[in-house]
């Protein structure tokens, strides 16, 4: 079956291409594809970036809660996807050289058609033709001077809807199933053809029908009917030929692209041969950019049974990876992490961030902002390099939550409801999580260090220089 669509992919793009315009439509069609796929490139980076940012600011405005365990999850997992991602970015260059080498075809293809004549006679510069030679003499030679300047096609002369039946279209969608490339044989269509009989000699009342486009004789004055002995021009056809062929885009093997030595642009001819341009057709056969996007856009339930959101989540809250054999011990830590949440990330983990409050101290004054606003301002960085100057702080001080800290922490105010209820300690009323009546908070005697009263960091923005790290 394989076999049958791809002859007749081939079949109907070798017949749908039967001049030099048809050939412009396929160059064309394969240039829109080539931008595709460098927006393509460019687009996945950019977007995967951003949430980059959007969770390394949200996991450490999060640390030390089960929410920013989910948010280092995320962020691991949304780190892989970009480096894949930028693995394709060679590719945007490899693109770019073989869209530059189908421009200069495009653009030569172009001119040709410009430059193309068939059947058009020549326009005489006078009706009769100058004597260059003067008379006096037996052994004079004669010259005529009948000059004939052939014109160019009308510049708009490829049609619209030339690929009505799509099957150039099919060629370029399916250009792995590709065998040859149908096109314009350059230097064979440049010579123009002059056919006709170009000359006659005669007598001018007796061949006047053919001495409308000028005529010649032995005498320096103006000829009239009795002038004999005249040269002639006759009706006189010139026209450019186009010259179609088919290369193959790989060698014998099939397994490697034609080679175009000694047929390469700016080589001999400066023309771009249809060589070249099989060879960037089966370079383009191979060259595909994959859809690569991010976690952001899932729903907990597919995070949940994701493989490599598996072994992440158990990095993240045991410090290891499990081994395959422990598949049932990995998908029960996946969802241990995300307990009490469902639906999608966007809503129940992105969406919050937009109330997430951050603030940082600058120079001149407190500047407050939220964690999803600071991952696209200009400004936000700083507010996420206040973030981490707090947890740093913390580490050096050596201040960790204790037991009954961690469990006080499961209980803050704006803790899911679902987490909060699950929780036997915490209690959930009037839209916040609190912390049981009757519960004791037990801790080692130390109070976190404030050094500003506020929980705020100075920063000196004109010095600053930031170096994100993901904090797990």
């Known amino acids: 079956h394989g076999q049958a669509v791809r002859g007749e992919i081939n079949t109907n793009y070798k017949n749908a291409v039967t001049s030099g315009c048809h050939e412009l439509v396929f160059i064309d069609g394969l240039t829109r594809e080539i931008d595709l796929q460098q927006t393509k490139i460019r687009t996945q980076i950019v977007k995967l970036a951003e949430e980059v940012e959007l969770l390394q600011t949200a996991q450490c405005s999060f640390k030390g809660t089960t929410r920013g365990k989910q948010f280092a999850t995320l962020l691991a997992l949304t780190t892989m996807r970009l480096k894949q991602a930028m693995q394709q970015a060679p590719k945007a260059e490899q693109l770019e050289a073989a869209k530059r080498i189908l421009n200069a075809r495009a653009a030569q293809l172009r001119l040709l058609e410009k430059l193309a004549v068939k059947d058009v006679p020549p326009t005489l510069a006078q009706n009769t033709a100058a004597l260059t030679a003067d008379t006096g003499s037996t052994n004079t030679r004669y010259k005529c001077g009948i000059k004939a300047t052939i014109s160019a096609a009308h510049p708009d002369k490829c049609a619209d809807n030339l690929d009505a039946s799509n099957h150039i279209k099919a060629a370029i969608d399916c250009r792995a199933q590709l065998t040859h490339y149908k096109g314009i044989q350059i230097e064979k269509a440049l010579p123009v053809e002059i056919t006709g009989n170009l000359f006659t000699v005669g007598t001018y009342n007796t061949n006047d029908g053919n001495f409308e486009n000028g005529v010649c004789g032995n005498s320096a004055a103006p000829h009239n009917a009795g002038s004999t002995n005249l040269l002639g021009l006759l009706d006189t056809k010139a026209k450019r030929t186009e010259h179609l062929a088919e290369t193959p885009l790989t060698t014998d093997s099939g397994k490697k692209c ?51 959101a598996e072994d992440v989540a158990s990095l993240v809250t045991t410090g290891k990876t499990m081994p395959p054999s422990t598949s049932g011990e990995k998908e029960k830590t996946i969802k241990g ?49 206040a973030c981490y100057s707090k947890l740093h702080q913390i580490e050096q001080t050596k201040h960790f939550p204790t037991p009954g800290e961690t469990e006080a922490a ?63």
């Not at 992490?337 to 409050?357: A, D, M, R, V």
């Not at 916040?432 to 960091?457: A, M, R, Y």
């Open 258 to 308: 034609i080679g175009t030595e000694g047929k390469k642009y700016a080589v001999d001819t400066h023309i771009v041969s249809e060589e070249q341009i099989a060879a960037v057709t089966c370079e383009l056969r191979q060259l595909t950019v994959p859809t690569i996007s991010g976690y952001l856009d899932k729903t907990i339930a597919e995070l949940a049974e994701d493989s490599e």
């Open 337 to 385: 992490l995300l307990q009490g949440i469902t639906g999608s990330l966007q809503s129940k983990l992105i969406e919050p961030l937009k109330q997430k409050e951050m603030q940082y101290q600058t120079a001149e004054d407190v500047k407050k902002t939220n964690v999803a606003a600071a991952a696209k301002d200009e400004n936000g960085a700083l507010a996420q390099a």
């Open 410 to 472: 499961k209980c803050k105010p704006d803790t899911e409801e679902n987490e909060c209820k699950n929780d036997k300690d915490c209690d959930y009323s009037n839209g916040k999580c609190k912390l049981k009546e009757g519960v004791k908070v037990e801790n080692d005697g130390k109070t976190p260090t404030n050094t500003t009263g506020n929980n705020s960091f100075v920063i000196n923005k004109a010095s600053l220089f930031l170096i994100f790290s993901v904090l797990v």
